[in-house]
Structure formats: C-alpha cells, structure tokens
C-alpha cells in the first residue's frame, strides 16, 4: 500500500501534509498595519456567551503555504481542463472561461439578497431573461430558478405535483418511475412523501407502453421519466405516455437533466410534459462535480405553474422588475432566489452560443457519443441496439473469460492519463461503463481514449493482472473501495498505518 508509483522521480512533496501539520505558531498570511482605532473591550463589542473560545486548532500560515498546499494537491488530481472526462449522465464538458469572466463584474458578484429590489433591477433582469430563453428551448410555460440542483429541482417537481392533486382533493400515493431512471428519481419521489412504483424497461431500453397500462390506477399521481433515460436512449413514445397519464388525472414529470441531447431540437412542453427540470450546470456550463454548485430550475406547464417554488422575476407595466411567489407555491428549498452566480453562467453561455450554436450542442454531443459507439461496439459489449443519443452504454461482457472487470477497466484509464466514465450504473446494464464525450471534445481527443480502451481490452488478454491491479501511475494506487468509504482516511500515507504494517 506504501509502494510509490515506479515511474515519477521522489519529489519533496509527494508527502504533502495537511494544512494542520504545517501549521507553525505564529505565522501569518498578511501583516496588517498597526489599527488607528481605539482599543475596546471585546465585550463591549461581541457579547462573551456569542464568542467562540478557542481557537487554538486553526492553523497558522503563510500565504505561499497555503497556495503550494492546495496547487500540490490539485496536481494529484484529475481535471475537465487536463482532458476527457467522459462521465456519463454528468456531462463533463468544456467551461468557457468567458462565464468567468462576466460572472466577476462588481455588479453582478458584489452584491446582497436585501438589497432593495430597486437597486438590482440589473440582476432582475438578467433572471427574468433566463427564465425567457428557457420557455423558449422548453416549451414549458414559466420556469423558477429558484432550487439549488438537479435533484433539488426534483423534489419541487414531485412537491408541485403533491400540491395540484392536494388542491383538488386527492391524495394518490404512487409514481411510476422506469428501472432506467436516475437515481435521484426514486429519492426524490419518497422524500416527497411518494412511494415508488418500478416500470421495468423493454429490450430496446425504453419504456413499455403495456407496463404504464398495467401499472396505472386512480391511485397514480404520475409518472417520472428521464429523457433521455440513463442507457442514452430517448423514450420514442413520451407522448402517448403523457396522453395516458392524462386521461387518467395524473401528471408527467420530466427529468431534463440531460437536456444537452436535443436543447434546440425538440421541446419538452410539446410532448405533454408537466413538469421539468433542468441541470445549468450541465447543459449550460458551469464548472461542477465534487460537490456543486448548481442550479436546477424547475419548468412547469400551465397545469402546475400556480405551484412553482421560490419567487419568479414578474415586469411591471413600467418596465420594472420584481420578484413574486407564483399564487399557490410549494415554498422555499433554499434561502434567498437562487443560485445566482450560475444563472449569470447560463445566460452568458447560452447568449454566446445563440439558438443555431445550441442546437449545435446537441447535434455535436450525439455526434461524438455515436462515434465512440461505432469506434468501441466491437471490443466492447453494446447494452442496446437502439440509437443513442448523448451517451453510451458498454458493458464488459467481451471480458468476461479474462477476469477483468468494468471496474477494472476503469482503472486502468487512469494509467492512461482518462477519468474513467460513470460505472456500474445503470443497474439495469450488468458491468456498465456508461460513457459521455460531451460535444466540445475534438476527434483526437476521442481517438485517444478509443485507442486506450483498445489497449486495455488487448491487455485484459494478453496480461490480466496488470489491468487488475490498475492504476500503477497515479498518486494513490488501487484501494479497498469499501474500507474507502467506510473509514475514509484523509491523509496522505498516513503515519499511524505505516507504523501499523
Ligand atoms: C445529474 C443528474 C441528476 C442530479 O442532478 P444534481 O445537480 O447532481 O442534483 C438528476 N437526473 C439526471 C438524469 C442527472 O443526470
């Protein structure tokens, strides 16, 4: 476990401690000059039961330190700006670096959620023509931006769909939710207070009309579909679904996550979707994984649009804008509006991109997704013959007399200087490697991984335990991925069990 990787020369820094260890007593980042203030208690000014006592744990250093500590351990890692990161259902692509640069103007990143609305109608503005552009490409009939995530703006679909059947009375208890669905869906749905009714997807991947037929009842509030579901497959048949539910007083919700496969090709409002929701900082660009941020606005038809959460930018009759709560809203998920910085993103990336350069984006990211599929589909398993349209779905079957796994696979890439692609998810694909190029990777970059996950299939054959002990090149070789994550070891080779070994 302590072996160093063999072909990167001892470096001093290669044990990088933390922040804590390197602390040295009285060290400090910036020296102030001497306070032209009078000196007062401190009492006088923070109350003694509102202080924090100690605070003897926080460590002490120097600007340098910290800016060495934290460049050294981003160099142990892996990035979207160092190359391919094909994660499927995260959509990993390229951040244009002109988001940064307007989301840093004083006007847009200096300022509070009490200011007055009178002295942001600028920020106002720029929401109420997020919200514009997104009935536009959704087809919906307005949209809050209010949650804070994909997930987030999950649960305000599922809440709204709560609320529209509590407002005429009924209280059904189940949503269909397909076996290829997020796993956020079913999270949601029961947090929301539903319980889950699984439709088993058909052989082509997509959903089967006669288990809706079968599973539908006066008992159903509606149903959740991915679009395009989780095997990268659009579901062909969304509009007699959404009829169906209809008909029967229940509600379509649409999880738009993935909307980067067909944003200005096709639009969810006319495929009778009632609620959706999108990932802002998937299909419109914001550097994102490890955690956030994002935003997941919520798009509604006028079915449910009187329950939409937060507040919704509304223009006066004098030009003016100001935020208001829809008539029969679910509420707040989260302080304040929303998550502005990324709205800011979205609007640029989406103004920069126009309405041709959006489509674009959908037809260039199943363009590359097709292409590793046509590249792979013979040294890998293909889950589904059905087309696919962002991503794509192998599994490691062609491996299996070799004792190679998908998870091996995935380490192995890494030898190959690739983030691995999303594993073992979809459940319904045995040894999944779900894979997702995003539109702005270029052909030599696909060239590149298609050749390493060549090699790595040859390897599989011809010397199995090097792609089984995988990887042999990065800082932190193969772990025990349940230790890993039941007795998460934050330190770098830790001292304790070195000693213990
Ligand atoms: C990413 C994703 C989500 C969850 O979004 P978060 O912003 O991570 O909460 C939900 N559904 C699908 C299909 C996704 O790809």
């Given amino acids: 476990m302590t072996d160093r990787p063999s072909t990167t020369p001892e470096i001093a820094w290669r044990n990088e401690p933390l922040l804590f260890e390197r602390s040295r007593p009285g060290r400090v980042g910036v020296m102030l000059p001497p306070s032209g203030v009078e000196e007062r208690p401190l009492d006088e000014l923070i109350p003694a039961e509102l202080r924090r006592g100690d605070l003897e744990e926080l460590p002490e250093l120097s600007e340098v330190d910290v800016i ?106 189940y949503l269909l939710i397909p076996d290829s669905a997020h796993g956020t869906n079913p999270a949601s749905a029961y947090m929301a207070g539903f319980q889950v009714k699984e439709l088993v997807s058909n052989d082509r991947g997509t959903i089967d009309l006669e288990e809706v037929v079968r599973e539908m009842s006066d008992e159903v509030a509606g149903a959740m579909i991915t679009v395009p579901n989780t095997l990268g497959v659009f579901e062909d048949q969304i509009v007699e679904i959404a009829d169906m539910l209809h008909e029967k007083g229940a509600f379509l919700y649409c999880d738009g996550a993935n909307f980067n496969a067909y944003v200005g090709k096709a639009r969810p409002g006319q495929m009778g979707v009632d609620v959706l929701h999108m990932n802002l900082h998937k299909t419109f660009t914001t550097p994102h994984g490890g955690g956030g941020p994002g935003a997941g606005p919520v798009a509604a038809s006028h079915r449910l649009a009187d329950h939409l959460p937060g507040s919704l930018v509304e223009r006066a009759e004098d030009g003016t804008f100001r935020l208001r709560t829809p008539s029969d809203s679910i509420g707040r998920l989260r302080s304040f509006s929303s998550q502005f910085g990324i709205l800011t993103r979205a609007l640029c990336y989406i103004l920069s991109m126009g309405g041709r350069g959006l489509a674009q984006v959908a037809e260039n990211a199943v363009l590359n997704a097709n292409y590793l599929r046509k590249a792979l589909e013979g040294t890998y398993h293909l889950a589904h013959e059905t087309p696919s349209l962002h991503e794509v779905v192998f599994s490691d079957r062609t491996l299996a007399d070799t004792g190679v796994t998908t998870l091996d696979v995935a380490k192995r890439l890494m030898d190959y200087g690739f983030h691995p692609p999303t594993i073992y998810f979809p459940l319904i694909v045995h040894g999944a490697l779900m894979i997702e190029p995003t539109e702005t990777e270029g052909k030599e970059e696909l060239d590149a991984f298609v050749a390493a996950m060549k090699a790595i299939a040859r390897e599989a054959r011809e010397s199995p335990e090097l792609v089984r002990e995988a990887p042999h090149e990065t800082p932190v070789r193969r772990c025990d991925e349940a230790r890993a994550a039941r007795q998460p070891v934050l330190r770098w080779w830790p001292a304790e069990e070195e000693a213990a070994e």
């Fill in 68 to 173: 060495r500590h934290f460049t050294r351990i981003s160099r142990k890692n892996y990035a979207i700006d160092l190359g391919l990161y094909p994660l499927g259902s995260c959509t990993m692509k390229h951040n244009p670096r002109i988001n940064e640069e307007v989301v840093r103007y004083p006007g847009l990143s200096q300022i509070h959620p009490y200011q007055p609305e009178e002295t942001v109608q600028g920020c106002l503005e720029l929401m109420w023509h997020l919200e514009r552009v997104l009935v536009e490409l959704t087809g919906m009939q307005r949209v809050s931006l209010h949650p804070s995530a994909g997930a987030q703006g999950e649960l305000a679909g599922v809440l709204m769909i709560r609320k529209a059947l509590e407002a005429r009375g009924e209280n059904r208890r």
